[in-house]
């Protein structure tokens, strides 16, 4: 049984340009959670997932951050135009369920915007 | 607001001793708390997860408890080995948070042959 899946782990853009990170979640696991982890700082919620749905996006700055989750596929989170203060790790977990599920995490996306 | 604090940020020992990090919370209406460790570099390990329902969980050389009452939670590490060097991070599910996860800034923990 896999783990949670991220690629690419290591993501180079220049400012201005697109970034995409995908997740595939543990096998059976169908809640989805994005975080972020600034240089020398703690992780931080972004977004909450199920399949098709936002169910929490109250962590996700209010431009240029996007979530989804398709009926099929990866869960991507996209960054728009993106700027030096980007540059991060990116984790995604998931669980089982919400609320009283263990969250597993991802190797993460480690994002340097040059 | 929410806050989860972990004390102490950095903590060196030698090989062998017994050691405690703690992890402190505002917020109890707690489901549950969870431990991880995450090495340099790379993700989160899942450690143990206590759920608000339990006092403590064993895995190995590693016992978490957890004091709702109090709003603490302690990482207890056996007879360290410098392999167990690493970032711990402790993280919060509360009522309040729903989905989210809260997370303290971590004990970096440094075991010395």
């Known amino acids: 049984n896999a783990g949670v899946m991220q690629n690419p782990r290591h993501l180079v853009r220049r400012r201005g340009q697109e970034a995409r990170l995908r997740c595939s979640p543990m096998?059976?696991?169908?809640?989805v959670y994005w975080y972020r982890q600034l240089p020398e700082e703690g992780l931080k919620f972004m977004v909450y997932l199920q399949k098709e749905n936002i169910i929490d996006e109250s962590g996700m700055p209010k431009e240029r951050f996007s979530a989804e989750f398709p009926k099929e596929g990866p869960s991507i989170l996209r960054i728009q135009q993106v700027v030096r203060g980007d540059s991060a790790a990116y984790f995604c977990?998931?669980?089982?369920?919400w609320g009283t599920g263990e969250a597993f995490f991802g190797q993460g996306t480690r994002l340097t915007v040059v | 607001k929410q806050e989860v604090t972990q004390i102490p940020a950095a903590l060196s020992v030698p090989e062998g001793e017994n050691l405690v990090l703690n992890c402190s919370f505002t917020d109890s209406a707690i489901y549950n708390l969870q431990w991880f460790r995450q090495d340099p570099g790379k993700g989160l390990t899942s450690l143990l997860l206590i759920q608000s329902s339990q006092r403590e969980q064993t895995s190995g050389r590693l016992n978490a408890s957890l004091d709702k009452s109090s709003g603490r939670s302690t990482l207890y590490i056996a007879a360290s080995q410098p392999g167990d060097s690493a970032t711990y991070l402790c993280?919060?599910?509360?009522?309040?948070?729903?989905?989210?996860?809260?997370f303290g800034e971590g004990t970096q923990l440094t075991v010395n042959p």
């Open positions: 096998k059976g696991h169908s809640h």
């Open positions: 993280a919060e599910l509360s009522v309040t948070s729903g989905s989210r996860l809260t």
């Open positions: 977990a998931s669980s089982l369920g």
